[in-house]
């Protein structure tokens, strides 16, 4: 599939009886209760998220509750019920495969095996690491687990639980089920991830995240046929690990808008001419934006964005969904009120593509869901 005729035309929609028929006639459908129908977003969601309950964050030299908490996804949750955003569903269960299409399998091996490890080793915490393979090291895999979790993590802030592999594989098919959807039943969808997926290389964890969701997702799309994915990553922080997955690729776009890596996390990766490399020179499009951007800074990021997308013509867009560039949002720095979010949904509706949203961060917990589901409302009432 992919070339003409494909369920990938981006001006089709496939109907309840599976003919395809154009964009703008399904919008503009006469039958109002037809229309209300067409308001809604399905969700995927899984309550083992919660089987990854770090303690511990290395933050500020000390020991502390992690921001990226189970909290965060059952306030999203609560709010998708409350405005009747849509059907919930649970996950089906996809297995590694597409999993080990983006990431090294001795890095998921990693993953899968390192508790025991940890534990047999005599660590008595949680899985955190203290030494890396920095500048002027030798890049190899050690025996020993203290080193090898070293050189799988891209930042120390991030513990390794008992229970994290299995919320990771589990967040990992939340992605996969509505990039299912979004390929063959609905046109868009939203995969209420956690753990988050994006800071996440091709071998390396960090900053909360362990299997980049977003990229699985994306070679998926490829995979059942897509010609072209764009991933528009809007999360406060760079999504330095999709765009490692897909820098030298022109089969995905992908954009980044997030705080000045001078001044934010990654720090290391995220500036402006970083534009991709090889047959993906041209393909990768970083935003880095000062402290203190509100919506009419951040907003023209995303106009600009949103062209390059219209250029590019893919068959489907996929969202990294962070709400951390909330104003209250407690480890960044951008003013984007909770009507902001409602406002760059609608903008994204404007691109007119079969959309993947992926959640990623946002620390401000009460109003996570508020925040998210704005984005998506205004989605889908534009
Ligand atoms: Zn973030």
Redesign the pocket.
């Given at each position: 599939m992919g070339a003409d005729g494909s369920r990938w035309c981006r001006r089709l929609l496939p109907d309840r009886a599976g003919n395809d028929r154009p964009v703008e006639a399904a919008r503009s459908r006469g039958n109002h209760a037809r229309f209300q129908e067409e308001l809604t977003l399905l969700t995927v969601f899984s309550p083992e998220h919660k089987l990854h309950d770090a303690k511990t964050e290395l933050s500020g030299g000390e020991l502390v509750a992690p921001y990226e908490c189970p909290a965060r996804a059952e306030y999203v949750l609560k709010q998708i019920r409350q405005v009747g955003l849509g059907d919930v569903v649970t996950p089906e269960v996809f297995g590694l495969d597409p999993i080990l299409r983006v990431h090294d399998p001795r890095y998921v091996e990693f993953l899968r095996d390192f508790w025991p490890q940890w534990r047999a080793a005599g660590n008595r915490g949680e899985g955190l690491p203290s030494v890396m393979p920095t500048r002027g090291m030798r890049q190899r895999v050690p025996q020993n687990i203290n080193g090898k979790i070293g050189y799988y993590a891209m930042a120390a802030e991030t513990a390794i639980t008992a229970g994290t592999w299995s919320a990771v594989q589990t967040s990992a098919n939340v992605a996969l089920t509505a990039q299912a959807m979004v390929g063959t039943e609905k046109t868009s969808a939203f995969a209420l991830c956690r753990p988050?997926g994006?800071?996440a290389t091709g071998d390396q964890y960090g900053?909360?995240c362990f299997i980049n969701n977003v990229a699985v997702c994306a070679q998926a799309f490829l995979d059942q046929g897509a010609e072209r994915v764009a991933v528009l990553d809007v999360?406060?922080?760079h999504g330095n690990g999709t765009q490692s997955i897909f820098y030298e690729r022109s089969d995905v776009m992908f954009q980044s808008i997030?705080g000045d890596p001078q001044y934010a996390?990654p720090y290391f990766l995220g500036f402006a001419d970083e534009m991709g490399a090889g047959a993906g020179e041209g393909f990768n499009h970083n935003y880095p934006l000062a402290p203190g951007a509100a919506f009419d800074v951040w907003g023209a990021a995303l106009l600009e964005a949103c062209q390059k997308i219209e250029a590019y013509g893919p068959d489907v867009l996929a969202v990294s969904l962070?709400v951390?560039t909330f104003e209250g949002d407690p480890?960044?720095f951008f003013r984007l009120t909770s009507d902001d979010f409602k406002r760059y949904g609608a903008i994204l509706a404007g691109l007119k593509l079969p959309t993947l949203f992926v959640m990623?961060?946002?620390?401000a917990v009460r109003e996570i869901g508020v925040n998210t589901v704005n984005v998506l409302t205004g989605f889908v009432s534009s």
């Amino acid at each position: 599939m992919g070339a003409d005729g494909s369920r990938w035309c981006r001006r089709l929609l496939p109907d309840r009886a599976g003919n395809d028929r154009p964009v703008e006639a399904a919008r503009s459908r006469g039958n109002h209760a037809r229309f209300q129908e067409e308001l809604t977003l399905l969700t995927v969601f899984s309550p083992e998220h919660k089987l990854h309950d770090a303690k511990t964050e290395l933050s500020g030299g000390e020991l502390v509750a992690p921001y990226e908490c189970p909290a965060r996804a059952e306030y999203v949750l609560k709010q998708i019920r409350q405005v009747g955003l849509g059907d919930v569903v649970t996950p089906e269960v996809f297995g590694l495969d597409p999993i080990l299409r983006v990431h090294d399998p001795r890095y998921v091996e990693f993953l899968r095996d390192f508790w025991p490890q940890w534990r047999a080793a005599g660590n008595r915490g949680e899985g955190l690491p203290s030494v890396m393979p920095t500048r002027g090291m030798r890049q190899r895999v050690p025996q020993n687990i203290n080193g090898k979790i070293g050189y799988y993590a891209m930042a120390a802030e991030t513990a390794i639980t008992a229970g994290t592999w299995s919320a990771v594989q589990t967040s990992a098919n939340v992605a996969l089920t509505a990039q299912a959807m979004v390929g063959t039943e609905k046109t868009s969808a939203f995969a209420l991830c956690r753990p988050p997926g994006h800071h996440a290389t091709g071998d390396q964890y960090g900053g909360y995240c362990f299997i980049n969701n977003v990229a699985v997702c994306a070679q998926a799309f490829l995979d059942q046929g897509a010609e072209r994915v764009a991933v528009l990553d809007v999360d406060f922080h760079h999504g330095n690990g999709t765009q490692s997955i897909f820098y030298e690729r022109s089969d995905v776009m992908f954009q980044s808008i997030h705080g000045d890596p001078q001044y934010a996390f990654p720090y290391f990766l995220g500036f402006a001419d970083e534009m991709g490399a090889g047959a993906g020179e041209g393909f990768n499009h970083n935003y880095p934006l000062a402290p203190g951007a509100a919506f009419d800074v951040w907003g023209a990021a995303l106009l600009e964005a949103c062209q390059k997308i219209e250029a590019y013509g893919p068959d489907v867009l996929a969202v990294s969904l962070g709400v951390d560039t909330f104003e209250g949002d407690p480890i960044s720095f951008f003013r984007l009120t909770s009507d902001d979010f409602k406002r760059y949904g609608a903008i994204l509706a404007g691109l007119k593509l079969p959309t993947l949203f992926v959640m990623e961060g946002g620390y401000a917990v009460r109003e996570i869901g508020v925040n998210t589901v704005n984005v998506l409302t205004g989605f889908v009432s534009s």
